[in-house]
């Protein structure tokens, strides 16, 4: 927002104070123009220039009148949120998951991607590029009208950036992620660890709406957690905060840094399905393996049981040494742990009463597979919406 005695370059200015009307129609739908010139402490003439040049661009909308003061009733004003559009995806594993949202960071479509086996970093490129054209072809929606996309993904990443430093899953080290999607797609991109995407979609649109402070634990391909301090995500001093797979729990054997963590090759899907295994129990590895192992107890499996026993340990020992450090208002189990029932809730909870001084409130993810893109989409929004809307002219 430039006030009216500011100088500078002109088109700097023009940027800035476009900026400021949508940022208050954002915070404030229907405002009129003189409310407008108010808010921004810009000229009337100035604001209903910039308002006319956006209405032509598509960015503001009239939407009828407002109650009248005196005079005329004036012309109320509206952001449009299906002007532009953003992208969200989020690998986990095999699986690709993407969307396109709104202005207002609602999905509007969301496709889901297989990748062939074995992952490496090429092949993940190739699927995100084919997934986004299958993507928008759905939604009906065209490319210059996306603004950038967000993008998750399993390791440490450096979101400023914009380079992955350590991913074993898909060969990524050290190298300059972020640019090379944007060469690919021709987008601006928010990169950022998968599970810290997750985290924030479930903090502003899930479980954890309305808490200052939470954990987010997340069990699938591997074992990550999420931060949330203050209202705020942390991210640590080399943003590898949360990359809790890497606590020794479980069987400790020998490792080489290019593998996973001690914690998530016991206890993360695939660590507990090759338990199963060892002990000969018939499991299917395309469905989940808690169910699969709380069904096969119920029939009366003991090995099924003292396998569960000991998965439900497992994590709760992972949740106890990360809990009793940060001591947040709320944990949010996710991933596999999503399909826990009532009585392995209640084991994980009596494990942390023994373990731990105070135990949060436990609540399970209630967006799923969603919250990564909710995450991502938030993120596009927050970095980059008013700065590119802002230089459309």
Known sequence: MISKGRTGNTKFVKQMNREGIL?????????????LAAKTRLSRPCVSAL?????????????????SKGGRKPILLEYNVQAYAVVGAVFEGSELEMAVADMKGELIAQVHTRLKQPVDGESALEALEATLGRLLETSGIDRDRV????VGLPGITRRLRGTVSYAPSTGWMDLPVGKEIEERLNLPV????????????????GAGSGVSSLVYMYVG???GAGIIIDKQLYRGSNEASGEIGYMRIGDSPG?????FGVFEKNFSVAGIYRKAES??????????ILEQLIKLEEEGSPLAGTLLNEVYHGWASGIANTVSVLDPEMLILSGEMVHLNEAGLIRIRELLSDWVPVVPEIRLAALHERAGLFGAVHSV?????????????
């Open 255 to 259: 490792r080489r840094k290019e593998e």
């Open 23 to 35: 940022h208050q129609l954002r915070q404030e739908p229907r405002l009129s123009r003189a409310e």
């Open 381 to 393: 929004l927050e970095t980059h919406s008013s700065s590119i809307m802002a230089y459309k002219s």
């Open 51 to 67: 308002v006319e040049e956006m209405i032509e661009e598509g960015l503001i909308q009239e939407v009828g009148t407002g109650e």
């Open 190 to 205: 928010v990169l950022d660890n998968d599970v810290n995407m997750m985290t924030q979609g479930e903090y502003f649109g």
């Open 221 to 223: 391909t591997g074992i």
């Open 279 to 288: 002990l000969g129990l018939q499991v299917d590895p395309g469905a989940s």
């Open 147 to 150: 603004i950038g996309i967000g």
